[in-house]
């Protein structure tokens, strides 16, 4: 097995530590309900900044629609976690609900992708827009009131789980020659073409991907937060996870990881002042991007801040 | 049949025709020059040659080991993956990428390890990586660059990124290299430099070589035949020496110097 390098044991002892610390804090109660939340929040909005930033900030699809899949996996989630009320249920909502998303981005991508930058923005956008209004309009998903009473099976344990392995996953596809494929097509598309690169079979197998964990995200999601209805996916929720991805810089997995803490401790404490929160978060984005408009990391990743100029880089 | 066929190959922009019944063949393991003044229609050839634009009419013909394969009108990934590899006049290559990036990006097509060898980090991955990291190095090292693979591309000077282009192209293993001005901004030293590089590889790699460029000097040094374009036509082809000779061509340059380049 050549995948246990220092580096990668190094990491999954990290992991590991974190977990068992979050968990034994829960236990003693030092971190109560509300900052259970908190975290919640943290690892469902990495697992979608991580993926919309594979599309995005690493294949250069500026998609507006990321909340649309997120809320394909909810409800798949959230349907079959009401028809199958065990741990089994659960894990087949996610599952399910991750594939029916890939299926609908794949659907949805093939046209949509041929489209560049602002129009393609509008389509994903209108493609959001559409699954939105469809959940407004089943019966199975019961409407405009959504659905509530969705058992909660998702815990710390399966919120570590999933946000580590989407990180992990899409950083393993970034780094293999999949990966280079998707970002030549960020860098100049026609060059990538001419290198034999088949751009609009990257860019759906990109958005896909993205989509995929969208789904996994949402699926958690409407398992912690007991009720879903079609407007928590709306516009709204796709520009909150853009801002995370353009926050953490466009083509950095930490970045996209720092981000979501930022924001999420953030308006944890902006909580106790609901009059003066959405002014200053948005001043905070205004005062970022003005000082720093690639984001936090730009498009390096934390590990190459302690990487000495010469030293090779390892495979990847 | 000759490796490349191009036959009675057009190519209009609304009332402009940037190639107009360009006929030519091109024989394995030749290298052929392509010339003409400004807007002759010369990077237009190799951008219908490699899927850039569709022809308004005529073909183009590649033969692969005696099966012949149309290539207008293809995609350019298919084109590439038929044989045959480009560089761009305006240099394009991944700017903000590493070097070896961009070599690496080239070779993608010819990638055997599937997508959950990506995802899971298979040995297959680490494998293949590997030896795909040692392949681009050695490419690296034909054009004195493997020093810099950590370098984003942007900063190499222009005669390195002509270079690096070129180094990208061969990734793609090709059977026939496309240059479009290879020497262009460089000065005469490395202009010397470069026409050994492209007989080398041509040598090492097997190449079938067509070549658009200005500087007379590398078109009559290393060329076996000329092509000569002026306002997308044909006007004249062979061997250099006939090249000098010819009247048209020296016409169509308008007294700049081909007699005595
Ligand atoms: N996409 C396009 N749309 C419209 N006209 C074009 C297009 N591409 C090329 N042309 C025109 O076709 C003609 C041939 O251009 P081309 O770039 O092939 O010339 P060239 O021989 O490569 O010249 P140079 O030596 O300056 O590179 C020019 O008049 C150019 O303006
Ligand atoms: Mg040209």
Redesign the pocket.
């Known amino acids: 097995m050549k995948a246990l390098t220092k580096k990668n044991l190094l990491i999954l002892g990290a992991i590991l530590l974190t977990f068992t610390v979050v968990q034994g804090l829960i236990s003693v109660g030092i971190i109560n309900k509300f900052y259970e939340i908190t975290i919640a929040m943290i690892c469902i909005n990495i697992i979608l900044a991580v993926s919309l930033n594979l599309v995005t900030g690493f294949t250069g699809q500026f998609s507006l629609g990321h909340a649309g899949f997120m809320s394909i996996g909810a409800y798949f989630g959230a349907v079959i976690n009401l028809q199958m009320e065990s741990t089994g249920g659960f894990l087949l909502g996610i599952f399910a609900g991750a594939l029916a998303a890939t299926l609908v981005g794949i659907l949805i991508g093939i046209p949509t992708l041929r489209l560049k930058g602002d129009y393609l923005a509008i389509a994903t956008l209108g493609m959001a827009e559409i699954i939105r209004v469809v959940f407004l309009n089943l019966d199975i998903t019961n409407g405009a009131a959504g659905l509530s009473g969705i058992p909660r099976y998702t815990n710390w344990l399966w919120l570590c789980f999933f946000t580590v392995a989407t990180v992990l996953l899409i950083n393993n596809f970034i780094k293999s020659s999949y990966g280079r494929a998707c970002i030549s097509i960020r860098e100049d598309e026609i060059a990538a073409e001419s290198m034999g690169i088949n751009t609009t079979k990257y860019k759906v197998m990109a958005f896909a991907i993205g989509a995929f964990f969208a789904g996994i995200a949402g699926a958690l999601h409407s398992s912690y937060f007991y009720f879903i209805r079609p407007d928590i996916f709306g516009f709204l929720k796709s520009i909150d996870i853009l801002i995370i991805v353009v926050l953490g810089g466009m083509g950095s997995i930490t970045g996209s990881i720092l981000a979501a803490i930022l924001l999420a401790v953030l308006t944890t404490y902006l909580q106790a002042f609901t009059a003066v929160r959405m002014i200053i978060y948005a001043l905070l984005l205004v005062v970022i991007m003005i000082f720093r408009p690639q984001g936090i990391m730009g498009t390096k990743e934390i590990s190459d801040l302690f990487k000495s100029k010469k030293k090779d880089e390892r495979i990847g | 049949m000759p490796l490349l066929s191009v036959d009675k190959l057009t190519k209009s922009?609304g009332g402009?025709t940037?190639v107009s019944n360009v006929t030519m063949n091109i024989e394995k393991g030749e290298l052929v020059g392509i010339i003409?003044p400004?807007?002759?229609?010369?990077?237009?050839?190799f951008n219908l040659f490699t899927g850039v634009y569709t022809p308004t009419s005529g073909s183009i013909k590649l033969d692969s080991d005696g099966e012949v394969k149309e290539l207008g009108g293809l995609k350019p990934y298919n084109v590439t993956k038929a044989g045959l590899a480009r560089t761009f006049?305006n240099i394009r290559l991944f700017k903000d990428l590493t070097v070896l990036d961009n070599v690496r990006i080239a070779m993608h097509q010819n990638i055997q390890y599937k997508l959950p060898s990506a995802f899971f980090r298979f040995n297959k991955f680490y494998n293949e990586e590997e030896s795909l990291r040692e392949e681009a190095i050695k490419l690296l090292d034909i054009f004195h660059l493997s020093h810099k693979k950590n370098e984003l591309a942007k900063n190499l000077p222009y005669g390195e990124q002509r270079h690096l282009e070129i180094a990208r192209a061969l990734a793609t293993k090709p059977a026939i290299l496309l240059l479009d001005?290879p020497a262009a901004g460089m000065n005469p030293n490395e202009t010397a430099n470069l026409t050994e590089t492209i007989e080398w590889i041509r040598q090492e790699f097997k190449l079938t070589i067509l070549l658009?460029e200005?500087d007379m000097s590398l078109v009559m040094k290393i060329c076996e035949r000329i092509y000569v374009?002026d306002y997308?036509m044909m006007i004249a082809s062979g061997k250099p020496a006939e090249i000098r000779a010819n009247k048209k061509v020296i016409e169509a340059y308008l007294g700049e110097d081909v007699s005595n380049a």
């Open positions: 922009f402009l940037a003409g400004n807007g002759a229609g010369k990077t237009t050839l006049q001005e658009i200005h374009l997308g």
